[in-house]
T-cell receptor, first 112, second 108 residues
Framework: EAQVTQNPRYLITVTGKKLTVTCSQN?????MSWYRQDPGLGLRQIYY???????DKGDVPEGYKVSRKEKRNFPLILESPSPNQTSLYFC???????????FGQGTRLTVV | GIQVEQSPPDLILQEGANSTLRCNFS?????LQWFHQNPWGQLINLFY???GTKQNGRLSATTVATERYSLLYISSSQTTDSGVYFC??????????FGQGTRLTINP
């Protein structure tokens, strides 16, 4: 089944403790991206990647890192999480930057 | 940047009713998608419809690209249709820009 898989689905962590949210797609898509969703602010792009070893900042990249060493994986790294990064996070992929995007199940992160 | 406006912001209906959700966008686009966010937070793809009309069961969508709007029709609503419906557009190889959503509540 074609899908985008995020892990974990839910995470509660403490301020400053490094964490990684994994994202994997099995559709051989070139374009992958991360969004966060917050009440009143909607969905905003954090980072995106056009292909392996090609990443770029979205609208709200501060406090996040990404890497794209393989086409299928695009992990989101929070090196020192803060409470303002409490949010619902989505990973998405598409064949290229134009075609239909598919989203993962979401990761609900709480930083205390 | 491109602006996306959805209307109405909230819609409450009885089971069995029909509804029309609207998405207006401020510039030409090469990608328009409709999503349903269910109560568990998952974003479900409904339609990829940069132009034209598509149907999938009780749902259909129409995009008139030249007039910069898209409509999502839901017929014979069921309680499982409840949730938030998002329209999202993309210009070129750029990020998806989402509207603020329409919150649909279907009462039994």
């Amino acid at each position: 089944e074609a899908q985008v898989t995020q892990n974990p689905r839910y995470l509660i962590t403490v301020t400053g403790k490094k964490l990684t949210v994994t994202c994997s797609q099995n559709m051989n898509h070139e374009y992958m991206s991360w969004y966060r969703q917050d009440p009143g602010l909607g969905l905003r792009q954090i980072y995106y990647s056009m292909n392996v070893e090609a990443t770029d900042k979205g609208d709200v990249p501060e406090g996040y890192k990404v890497s794209r060493k393989e086409k299928r994986n695009f992990p989101l790294i929070l090196e020192s999480p803060s409470p303002n990064q409490t949010s619902l996070y989505f990973c998405a992929s598409s064949l290229n930057g134009i075609t239909e995007a598919f989203f993962g199940q979401g990761t609900r992160l709480t930083v205390v | 940047g491109i602006q996306v406006e959805q209307s109405p912001p909230d819609l409450i209906l009885q089971e069995g009713a029909n509804s029309t959700l609207r998405c207006n966008f401020s510039d030409s686009v090469n990608n328009l998608q409709w999503f349903h966010q269910n109560p568990w937070g998952q974003l479900i793809n409904l339609f990829y419809i940069p132009s034209g009309t598509k149907q999938n069961g009780r749902l259909s969508a129409t995009t008139v690209a030249t007039e910069r709007y898209s409509l999502l029709y839901i017929s014979s609503s069921q309680t499982t249709d409840s949730g938030v419906y998002f329209c999202a557009v993309r210009q070129g190889a750029q990020k998806l820009v989402f509207g603020q959503g329409t919150r649909l509540t279907i009462n039994p």
